[in-house]
């Protein structure tokens, strides 16, 4: 998979994240970016859009406001708390002042007015890639984390230590990831649950719960690895 996405960087502008609800508009927006070079994947509500942000990475994102689930201001400030760098251009047909406003304090880079030509919103992209380029690509591509005396490798799923070595489910792996790139910070249990399963219920809330356990078993090799519960906020990863 890895290795798919490394080929499709080579040969393309970019990999775009669209969310965008309007079934015709979002294929014709596709259909427009993939002519110009670009990867598009297309997903139609905030919910999914959150949860395969976690699961690829993008060099910058469409987000329409009106989305169904999870809408899409929410849906920036979700990716803003994990991701300060990702371009996020909105999509709406909303056009007063106050409208705008609240995109940008949600994280927004750009605000384009539907409708709008494809043109313009390549040229806003493009734009806004020259500045972008580079900037925090090699966080958001990070796939080894050293915690301690383990070796956390993402991109194959791997959890080292000299005593033991340990394969990881794809859940596992994009839990531990998300408290490995936000050490020392706090990282709300609802921000988790969307992340890696897209939905905030209380029945996966439990399901965390079970994966956190599993982690610090994991983990028990090395004392100075800890997965803290902050009490009705959520966990934080730490190393002594």
Excluded at 57 to 64: E, V
Excluded at 226 to 235: D, E, K, L, P, S
């Amino acid at each position: 998979m890895s290795n798919k996405k490394t080929e499709e960087k080579e040969d393309t502008k970019g990999t775009l994240l669209l969310v965008e609800d309007d079934e015709n508009l979002g294929f014709v927006v596709q259909d427009a970016l993939a002519r110009r070079g670009y990867i598009v994947h297309l997903f139609r509500d905030g919910k999914e859009g959150l949860q395969h942000f976690n699961l690829n990475t993008y060099d910058l994102c469409l987000i329409d406001v009106m989305l169904p689930l999870k809408d899409g201001l929410s849906l920036a400030e979700d990716i803003r708390m994990t991701d300060a760098q990702v371009p996020i251009i909105f999509l709406t047909a909303k056009s007063q002042t106050e409208d705008r406003i609240a995109g940008f304090k949600a994280g927004g880079d750009d605000y384009i007015t539907k409708p709008f030509s494809h043109e313009e919103l390549v040229l806003r992209i493009e734009a806004i890639l020259r500045r972008t380029k580079g900037k925090g690509e090699a966080d958001r591509n990070k796939d080894v984390f050293q915690l301690g005396d383990f070796t956390f490798d993402d991109r194959n799923k791997e959890l080292k230590h000299p005593e033991e070595e340990r394969r990881l489910t794809k859940k596992e792996a994009a839990v531990l990831k998300l408290l490995c790139m936000h050490m020392d910070q706090v990282l709300p249990r609802e921000l988790l649950l969307n992340m890696v399963w897209g939905d905030d219920s209380y029945f996966l809330g439990r399901s965390l719960d079970v994966f956190i356990s599993r982690l610090r078993k994991y983990l028990r090799h090395d004392d100075r690895v800890r997965i803290v519960n902050v009490h009705g906020v959520g966990f934080k990863m730490q190393v002594d």
